[in-house]
C-alpha cells in the first residue's frame, strides 16, 4: 500500500502562489508516476499535472500549462505542484495521485489517492 498526504492548500487572492505537497510513504518502492488532479464543487476529477519516471517526464492540463510546475523530490519521495499566477477557476480540491505504472491523465488508472487539499482563489 502508498499512503498520500497533501499539504499546502489555502486562501489566496487571484495572481497569487501556492505550493502543494505530496509526501509518499508505506511502499518499499518508489512510486513510478505521481500525478495531480482537481475537483471543482458539482464537477469531475480533471487532470491537472503528471510526472514520471527517473527522467522526470512531465505532462499538464492545457489550463494549467505555463503557470504550473509539477516536480519531484526523490530522496524524500515528495511531489509538489507549483502553482502561479492563480485564477478563481483554479478553485478546487486537489489531489495527489500515484501508481506503478507511466504516466496516464486518466483517474481511473490511478490505485493511490491523497486525501485532498482545498485551494480556494478569490478575485
Known amino acids: 500500500q502508498v499512503q498520500l498526504v497533501e499539504s499546502g492548500g489555502g486562501l489566496v487572492q487571484a495572481g497569487e502562489s501556492l505550493r502543494l505537497s505530496c509526501a509518499a510513504s508505506?511502499?518499499?518502492?518508489?512510486?513510478?508516476?505521481m500525478g495531480w488532479f482537481r475537483q471543482a464543487p458539482g464537477k469531475e476529477r480533471d487532470f491537472v499535472a503528471v510526472g514520471s519516471g527517473s527522467a522526470g517526464s512531465t505532462d499538464y492540463a492545457d489550463s494549467v500549462k505555463g503557470r504550473f510546475t509539477i516536480s519531484r523530490d526523490n530522496a524524500n519521495n515528495t511531489v509538489y505542484l507549483q502553482m502561479n499566477s492563480l485564477k478563481p477557476e483554479d478553485t478546487a480540491v486537489y489531489y495527489c495521485?500515484?501508481?506503478?505504472?507511466?504516466?496516464?491523465?486518466?483517474?481511473?488508472?490511478?490505485?493511490?489517492w491523497g486525501q485532498g487539499t482545498q485551494v480556494t482563489v478569490s478575485s
Open positions: 508505506g511502499h518499499t518502492w518508489r512510486p513510478y508516476t
Open positions: 495521485a500515484a501508481r506503478f505504472a507511466t504516466g496516464s491523465l486518466y483517474s481511473s488508472d490511478y490505485p493511490y
